[in-house]
């Protein structure tokens, strides 16, 4: 994989993700039901389980979650990456919902200051896992017609994973858990 190559498939990836976040803040303004529905889900399954933990616990639990939307975003172009892109966009569609209901709650320096400090770490993760995941969607294709080896592809971007997007999302979590609910307790 060229870097080139690469710096496509994080093009497409920023530009599904972007697109997901448009969608779900158009949903969340049109005032459907269905975003507060969305709302409560996530509260109820990701929220629920930290809410009372330490920030340490709570950092772990993160990395633990953003790791696995990682892996599947990555392991999500053995299909074809159709998995990759489904992932993308509802994550975007996600942050668009939320990102409408802080927007509401603590106006827009709430919403920067909860998401920049630790999404400068975590979203470069994100976007490079979508592009790896992609990259071996394409790596498959190659195979299959005889002009590729996908594992040995797969192994060097698996390598490039736990060299990048590991660290990035460690220290994603460490920042979310302990600096931004305090940058939170600024604006609110």
């Given at each position: 994989m060229s870097r080139q190559e690469f710096?496509?498939?994080?093009?497409?990836?920023?530009?599904?993700?972007?697109?997901?976040?448009?969608?779900?803040?158009?949903?969340?303004?049109?005032?459907d039901p269905a975003a507060e529905q969305l709302?409560?889900?996530?509260?109820?399954?990701?929220?629920?389980g930290i809410l009372d933990d330490t920030p340490a616990m709570i950092a772990l639990k993160i990395f633990l979650n953003n790791l696995q939307?990682?892996?599947?975003l990555f392991l999500g172009g053995?299909?074809?990456?159709?998995?990759?892109?489904?992932?993308?966009?509802s994550n975007g569609v996600v942050i668009g919902v939320f990102a409408g209901e802080i927007l509401d709650r603590v106006g827009l320096s709430?919403?920067?200051?909860?998401?920049?400090?630790?999404?400068?770490?975590?979203?470069p993760a994100l976007f490079i896992s979508a592009a790896l995941g992609l990259s071996l969607a394409?790596?498959?294709?190659?195979?299959?017609?005889?002009?590729?080896d996908a594992a040995a592809d797969a192994a060097r971007?698996?390598?490039?994973?736990?060299?990048?997007?590991?660290?990035?999302?460690?220290?994603a979590a460490v920042i979310e858990a302990f600096i931004t609910p305090a940058l939170l307790q600024i604006v609110v």
């Open positions: 710096a496509i498939y994080l093009a497409v990836a920023v530009v599904v993700f972007l697109l997901g976040i448009g969608a779900g803040y158009a949903v969340m303004a049109s005032g709302i409560e889900m996530v509260k109820e399954g990701v929220f629920a939307a990682c892996l599947v053995a299909t074809f990456g159709i998995l990759t892109l489904f992932i993308l966009i709430g919403l920067a200051l909860g998401l920049i400090p630790h999404g400068i770490f975590e979203l394409r790596s498959l294709l190659a195979e299959l017609s005889g002009m590729g971007m698996g390598g490039l994973f736990l060299r990048i997007v590991v660290p990035l999302l460690a220290l």
